[in-house]
């Protein structure tokens, strides 16, 4: 099967600009997730969607960041404006309860470089 | 903040079991040990998940104490191709469960 994919792989900005990252999830999964991934640490959590419904984003900056996962199948994550610490690699991740637990399958990521 | 600790790194001669520990002493009875693992430049990937058995799937083995309060991975026959750092993480496997990752463990395996 396809797994999830993710665009563009990379992008560069410069601050204050706004930029968008698309991710399309493994057919038939209905959760998505987006993550943040600065150098060095680990992945975090920043929004989770059930189909086209928000599960949690309580570490989402909402004042800059927003997303929305249209007919429950595609996402998009936008950040406007960008800031020099939100340069960090964004993972998105899809999963669904099949077999009654939580794998999640990852895509590659798109790195962003605020300069 | 994650519930679990991983040392920072370990390494590993290729060819020899890799025993990645994993602390999770806050774990709560129906939350489950996962591991995923990230190779460079790639997103993490799903090794193996129990709850309270250990469990063997091809990739790995998963140890955990009978106390649950810890659990070790076993990579039986490392390869070079697994260096990686690997991620401990509990959660549940059901409702609106949220996936916390620490720092992981970065393991280097030697020739």
Redesign the interface.
């Known amino acids: 099967e396809a797994g999830?994919a993710q665009s563009p792989r990379y992008k560069i900005i410069e601050k204050r600009q706004s930029v968008a990252f698309w991710c399309n999830p493994i057919s038939g999964h209905a959760t998505l997730?987006w993550?943040q991934q600065i150098l060095?640490?680990?992945?975090?959590?920043l929004i989770?969607f059930?189909n086209n419904g928000v599960?949690?984003d309580s570490q989402l900056p909402k004042d800059r960041f927003s997303a929305e996962r249209l007919k429950g199948v595609d996402s998009t994550l936008k950040i406007q404006p960008a800031k020099l610490e939100d340069s960090a690699v964004y993972?998105c991740?899809s999963s669904s309860?099949a077999g009654?637990?939580?794998?999640?399958?990852?895509?590659?990521?798109t790195r962003l470089t605020v300069l | 903040d994650?519930k679990t600790t991983q040392p920072t790194s370990m390494d590993c001669a290729e060819g020899r079991a890799a025993n990645l520990p994993c602390n999770h002493s806050t774990i709560s009875g129906n939350e489950?040990v996962y591991w995923?693992r990230q190779i460079h430049?790639?997103?993490?990937?799903?090794i193996i998940?129990g709850l309270k058995n250990n469990e063997t799937n091809e990739m790995a083995s998963l140890i955990i104490t009978e106390d649950r309060k810890s659990s070790t991975l076993i990579l039986p026959h490392a390869t070079l191709r697994d260096t990686a750092?690997y991620?401990c993480i509990v959660?549940l496997?059901?409702g609106?469960?949220?996936?916390?990752?620490?720092?992981?463990t970065r393991l280097f395996v030697k020739a």
């Open positions: 999830v997730y993550y060095g640490q680990g992945p975090k959590l989770q059930q599960v949690d993972l991740a309860l009654g637990y939580n794998e999640q399958f990852f895509g590659p990521g | 994650a489950y995923y430049s790639q997103g993490p990937q799903y998940h750092v991620y959660r496997n059901t609106g469960f949220k996936t916390i990752f620490g720092a992981g």
